[in-house]
């Protein structure tokens, strides 16, 4: 099959004057020589389009494909996730992960709070804030107590989310939140602050297909800022941040040659139900709202111990070395370009005509290892 490739390539925001900040979602040469050669892999016929110009201008040429592999992200508005894909839609041409409702849905984390609030799903209490004045009289009646945690409302890599993103009082939160509006010009997400455990689950597949990996849980060491997961935890993990799997017995540890090369797994420990109740809720929240294909749900528990959704990311980071989903998935038997042919088998099913006729009629293959 003719699959395209969109992305958004960090060099070229680069060049065009943008910071590192920025820049900071945009992937790196090599994710997009990883995942196009993991797609080539795996039979298919790879053209690489760039990003949602480059797809425009290709369009309007007259190029096609079977189906668009998109990790773009976009620039600007509440919809750059979605602009591939509603462009893709408009043109009756496939694509992986998730459709536009979805994308733009889970950018804006108060939209999405929301829906799942709506649905009965755990998440911390919060509220959307457009403006510092009034900030008392905003939050009043939400059940909000102190300490808070706030951080731009549509956002992700950990942008904004700094060593000060925990106010302990009504001061540091207004403090906070001026210094969040002025430098990100969106509103900002108020929510409780949870003080247990945090971990990601990555999820492969679309609906009933749809299957929960071990969780990876955050343990933040004793040179990283504390308490939260800030962007410069994540960036600068090494001596910072040891990631571990939760599991069950029997499952097993495999660091591949790309993702040992650079972050070494911990060491499996066993904790069956934290690791079962992570992957429910995860699992629920991915059916929920609709996501496909492959992604991640992030979560953290409060100081009882329950576990709440904070995030959702149906378009999750594939690089090869040091993205959450790749690391999941290796440590649980699976290589990177097994990965990437389990996100396309999912995404084939959606192809029209004997290929994907074919796909659907197929048991499931994302079954556990």
Known sequence: MKIGFCYDLKRDYLALGFSEEDALEF????TIDGLAGAIAAC??????????RGLVERLAAGD???????????????????QVAALLDAYGIPYTFSDPLVCALTLH????????RDRGIPTPP???????????????????EY????????EGTSKGIGPDARADDPQALRGLVERLLQRFRQPVLVEGYLSGRECTVGILGTGERARALLPMEVLLQPGADQGIYTWGNKENWQGRVQYRLVGTAGARVIPTPE????????????????AREAMDLALRTWRTLGCRDGGRV??????AGRLHVLEVNPLPGLNPHHSDLPILAANQGTPFRDLVAQILESALRRVPGPRGEALAARPPALAAR
């Open 27 to 30: 992937d790196s040469p090599v």
């Open 109 to 116: 984390k108060g939209m999405t709070k929301h829906v799942l």
């Open 126 to 144: 919060f509220a959307v804030i457009e403006r510092a004045e009034g900030l008392d009289a905003q939050l009043a009646g939400l059940g909000l």
């Open 259 to 274: 993702v040992g090369q650079h972050m070494p797994p911990a060491p499996l420990f066993e904790d069956d139900a934290f």
């Open 147 to 154: 300490p808070v945690f706030a951080k731009p409302v549509a």
């Open 43 to 52: 039979g298919h016929e790879v053209d690489r389009i760039g990003n949602v």
């Open 298 to 303: 992030d979560l953290r528990a409060d100081g």
């Open 64 to 82: 096609r494909w079977d189906l668009v592999f998109t990790i773009a992200e976009g620039v600007s508005g509440y919809g750059r996730e979605a």
